[in-house]
């Protein structure tokens, strides 16, 4: 019995539970579970039929391509959907082993989950119709704001209004589809949130000309795929990945499949062009968390 068994038999007697490794657990399994997003704009989103797509996405299967090597075989890829409320405790509990959606890497959520070197730096914006005048956030005074239950943008928005004195109410959707539909049917005036979510549901609605991206950059943070915390093992298979994807040139190829071409289902551009920050992030792999950002 090898010292990883000997540990597990060890606490089952003890009436504890050990999570095995990700590399040991998915091998055992032969399967793994991907957490995905549903509209996550173009990083993770379903194309429906139980198939998904997006930026993220795609990274993840270079990620299952590398662990499949790494434990010698192929492996069931499955998916689960996840919210920005339960994508951490999924993870935590072990039903997704690794989490490809639109997650910011912060000191907060270092404490319960680690994450993979940044794959794309995100700044948090401001979506309107385009026909109400809406350019700045200081113009939401006495407005309804949209934001999504569980998201990092819902303590910006709360620090912007006690630093500006700007009295908004914010109504929340279940998931970033939810928050746009709430400004589509102009039950809020605004919805903040990262950029690329706002551009990749702009690009999807039915007549995109009717909305735009406006106001101040909020935040900047770094977009992350999200693991279990201290899985050593299973994070150099990740992190090695992202580094080759970007060394290789690939990664830039990825970002113009998604962002600047035609994406599925619909055959529509998000047209967001690679930002300096990601630009430094690639050039510089790291897992520092938002905070770090913030100091600059």
């Not at 730096?121 to 999504?148: H, M, P, W």
């Not at 690939?250 to 630009?279: H, N, R, Y």
Request: charged share 25%; proline share 3%; net charge positive.
């Amino acid at each position: 019995m090898n010292k990883k068994l000997l540990v597990a038999a060890l606490a089952a007697l003890a009436g504890l539970t050990v999570q095995a490794d990700t590399l040991d657990k998915v091998k055992g399994a032969g399967a793994i579970t991907m957490g995905v997003r549903d509209s996550s704009g173009a990083l993770s989103y379903t194309l429906g039929d139980g198939k998904y797509a997006g930026f993220h996405y795609e990274i993840c299967q270079r990620i299952i391509g590398n662990v499949e090597k790494a434990v010698g075989k192929k492996l069931d890829v499955k998916f689960q959907s996840v919210t920005s409320q339960n994508r951490i405790p999924l993870v935590q509990n072990g039903t997704v082993d690794i989490e490809c959606g639109s997650t910011t890497n912060n000191a907060a959520r270092q404490k319960d989950v680690s994450f993979v070197v940044t794959t794309y730096v995100e700044e948090v914006r401001i979506a309107v119709k385009a026909a109400s005048g809406i350019t700045s956030i200081s113009q939401l005074k006495d407005r309804n704001v949209a934001t999504t239950t569980g998201t990092t943008s819902v303590q910006l928005l709360r620090k912007h209004e006690r630093a500006n004195g700007i009295d908004f109410k914010e109504v929340f959707g279940k998931d970033h589809a939810d928050s746009f539909l709430l400004l589509d049917s102009g039950r809020a005036d605004a919805f903040v949130m990262d950029g690329s979510i706002l551009a990749g549901n702009i690009a999807n609605a039915k007549n995109p000309a009717e909305f735009k991206i406006v106001g101040e950059v909020l935040s900047v943070e770094p977009i992350a795929i999200m693991i279990r915390k201290d899985d050593a093992a299973f994070k150099k298979v990740a992190d090695d990945t992202v580094r080759d994807l970007v060394k290789s040139g690939e990664m830039a190829k990825l970002w113009d499949k998604w962002f600047l071409q035609p994406i599925p289902p619909k055959g529509v551009k998000v047209g967001l062009a690679l930002s300096d920050s990601t630009k430094a992030a690639w050039a510089n792999p790291n897992d520092k968390p938002a905070e770090d950002y913030a100091k600059k």
